[in-house]
């Protein structure tokens, strides 16, 4: 059973974190929406060829009675594979308005290189 499926099973709230990958400048960058979190509220680890982010949106609270509730409030949690070709040192992440920003840098032996003709 799977993450997703404890937590239903428990019925505790998942909330889905939109994400988008690109490649931009040799780099690899990683765009999760977060909007609400605080960067306090988010970690990103890595460990062997796992890149992990998991966070909680948090509920807002009402003393009144809602009319409409769309916005979702719990745990997230993305997982991506990554290989030997990133250096796991120099992953950046930043958050700005709500989107978490990942930038994967390649390592240097793995980048194409230009052979000089002699």
Not at 79 to 84: E, K, Q
């Amino acid at each position: 059973m799977n993450e997703l499926e404890k937590k239903m099973e428990n019925n505790l709230p998942v909330v889905q974190a939109p994400c988008s990958i690109c490649e931009e400048d040799g780099k690899i960058r990683l765009r999760v929406e977060m909007p609400g979190v605080s960067k306090e509220s988010v970690e990103v680890s890595v460990e062997k060829n796992e890149l992990a982010i998991s966070g909680k949106v948090e509920a807002w609270e009402s003393a009144g009675t809602y009319l409409l509730r769309e916005r979702r409030h719990g745990e997230f949690r993305k997982r991506f594979i990554i290989d030997d070709t990133i250096d796991r040192d120099k992953i950046e992440a930043t958050v700005v308005n709500g989107v978490l920003t990942l930038t994967l840098n390649t390592k240097e032996a793995a980048k194409p290189k230009k052979i000089e003709i002699k």
